[in-house]
């Protein structure tokens, strides 16, 4: 059996990883990553398709473990490659793909599976198991081959007292361990932190302290497919007589699902539309909102901002952050945290109050399910190098031999043979950057001109010549955006400028390409020197 993960080891997000036994492709997972500040006017990041792109047609089945972006949304990406691959999951976590297709207009092949259920694509035997996780149906996935055992957990954590009473399975894993398992691939998230994750029952009883202490308007921010803490906050109001508006075309909709599923119990006369919330007093309105990552363009962000089309925040407000922080978010975040506190709203968030609680394994957990799995090999998945490497150790410290950890990055290949783990090459895997409606258009040099937009501004050179006389009929002219200076201080380069582009007229040089250089040149040098920047510089020669 050969593993390829195509994303999710070396950073939190765009989760996907193929199995290959006799030439047939099995996929777990296909999600996004969302992009840094670096990666300016970036949508979504996706997997690199391209090591299997060419061999769409061996791909048996698409499994799903949950809901999740960062691992349900690069589907439509991958469908729009080959439409038909059967995508098996439970019940919630197809019916939010589904509706995520019908967006892309896309009918897929769709198989739900429960917990305990045995289903075949090619040569691989999945059974799948139940796991608790941040999202209700959740589920790890063991695949039974000839060339071996593998099992997947997906995200999970172990809660004791599960809001949807339903509990991490590890009575089959017992089962699995006993059958034997030669790879683990497991979750990393939260291998750094120490003890127990708490249980989702705490959060309920923090929020309605919160809401019976806020007399204003209240403002929920949470992950759009969040469920359980929805579930919480419309308990929450309708115990303190409150309404909730739902705000975020994903909230909606996701939530939407969710309740014609029966994962929601939304209580009588809660729930109310986001047009008609400003109607009611501030004492008796919940806005359950996206944006809890500091993300630009959601709703909160928009709110903190004053640019929300329909809700203001006022003096007195509270915010609640009840979602975890997702590395790399840390400076949105905060930046929204302060813009809201600037307004004179309360916010409350995990630092200051227990209103989240992860939905990923902590150490002790994981050091649980080691000594239950007992697997022969462990591949540490899910996480960034640091997660990665401390849930390798975890994995030594129950017993399993240090050369059988195998720890690795994006588009490293493992090869499972003889019950032995180990890495055996490398595939291309870079970032596909979804841009507006282009899909891998865009690459780290378009990033680069980005960021040197943004961070060192823009100047034009402009002029126009007559090549044959070598005269300068126009110009230069030069101007700038995103600097500090005024135009005028390019006065001083004008001069120099004329007798390097003159001087290259006289010695005949009537390629206006070259032309172009020679004015780029003079004026990077004077703005590098005078000014301490490095703009991007755009020089254009007109040839009359």
């Known amino acids: 059996m050969r593993i390829t993960p195509l994303g999710g080891l070396g950073e939190v997000g765009r989760n996907m990883t193929v199995f290959e036994v006799d030439g047939k492709l099995l996929i777990v997972d296909c999600g996004v990553l969302f992009p840094e500040e670096d990666q300016p006017g970036v949508d979504l990041i996706l997997p690199d398709f391209s090591s299997i792109e060419d061999r769409l047609d061996d791909v048996v089945a698409l499994v799903l473990t949950h809901g999740h972006e960062d691992h349900i949304g690069g589907v439509p990406y991958l469908l729009r490659l080959r439409d038909d691959i059967p995508l098996v999951g439970s019940d919630l976590t197809l019916a939010f793909v589904e509706a995520k297709l019908r967006e892309h207009r896309i009918r897929p092949t769709l198989r739900v599976v429960s917990e305990h259920e045995r289903v075949h694509y090619g040569p691989f035997d999945l059974e799948f198991v139940a796991v608790n996780h941040s999202i209700p149906d959740a589920m790890a996935v063991f695949i039974r081959t000839g060339a071996g055992n593998v099992l997947a957990t997906g995200d999970f954590k172990i809660d004791s007292l599960p809001i949807d009473g339903r509990i991490t399975d590890l009575r089959s894993f017992a089962r699995f ?76 909709r996701n939530m939407g699902i969710a309740a014609e599923k029966g994962y929601l119990k939304v209580p009588d006369g809660v729930l109310i539309d986001a047009r008609d919330v400003t109607s009611l007093p501030a004492d008796e309105r919940v806005l359950m909102v996206t944006g809890s990552q500091g993300e630009p363009m959601a709703a909160l962000s928009r709110m903190a901002h004053g640019e929300h089309r329909s809700v203001t925040v006022e ?201 172009q250089q020679v004015m780029r040149r003079t004026v990077g040098r004077f703005v590098g020197r005078r000014l301490k920047r490095r703009p991007m510089i755009v020089p254009v020669v007109i040839e009359a």
């Open 177 to 252: 361990a006993d059958e034997g398992v030669d790879l683990f691939c497991v979750d990393s998230t939260n291998a750094e932190v120490p003890g127990m994750i708490g249980h989702e029952n705490q959060i309920g009883p923090v929020l309605d302290g919160v809401f019976a202490e806020s007399d204003q308007q209240i403002i929920v921010a949470s992950f759009s497919s969040h469920v359980h803490r929805v579930q919480q906050v419309l308990d929450a109001a309708a115990l303190h007589g409150r309404r909730v508006a739902l705000v975020g075309r994903s909230m909606v």
């Open 315 to 515: 003096a007195g407000d509270t915010v609640i952050f009840a979602s975890s922080l997702i590395p790399g978010n840390e400076n949105s975040v905060n930046r929204v945290i302060n813009q809201l506190m600037r307004l004179g709203a309360r916010v409350v968030h995990q630092g200051n109050a227990k209103v989240h609680v992860s939905g990923h394994a902590s150490s002790e957990e994981l050091l649980h399910v080691y000594n239950i799995v007992g697997p022969r090999n462990v591949m540490p998945i899910h996480g960034e190098i640091r997660h990665l490497v401390a849930n390798g150790a975890l994995a030594v410290k129950t017993g399993v031999h240090p050369r059988n950890v195998v720890l690795c990055e994006d588009g490293v290949t493992v090869d499972l043979k003889d019950g032995k783990a180990r890495i055996s090459g490398q595939v291309g895997c870079g970032y596909v950057y979804v841009d507006g409606s282009s899909v891998g258009e865009i690459d780290e040099t378009e990033l680069k001109d980005r960021r040197i937009l943004a961070e060192e501004g823009f100047v034009s050179v402009y002029a126009v010549v007559e090549t044959k006389t070598g005269t300068i009929l126009a110009g230069p002219d030069i101007q700038a955006r995103g600097m500090a200076e005024d135009d005028s201080v390019f006065d001083d380069v004008l001069d120099d400028v004329t007798r390097a582009l003159q001087d290259a007229l006289d010695k005949g040089n009537q390629d206006a390409y070259s032309l």
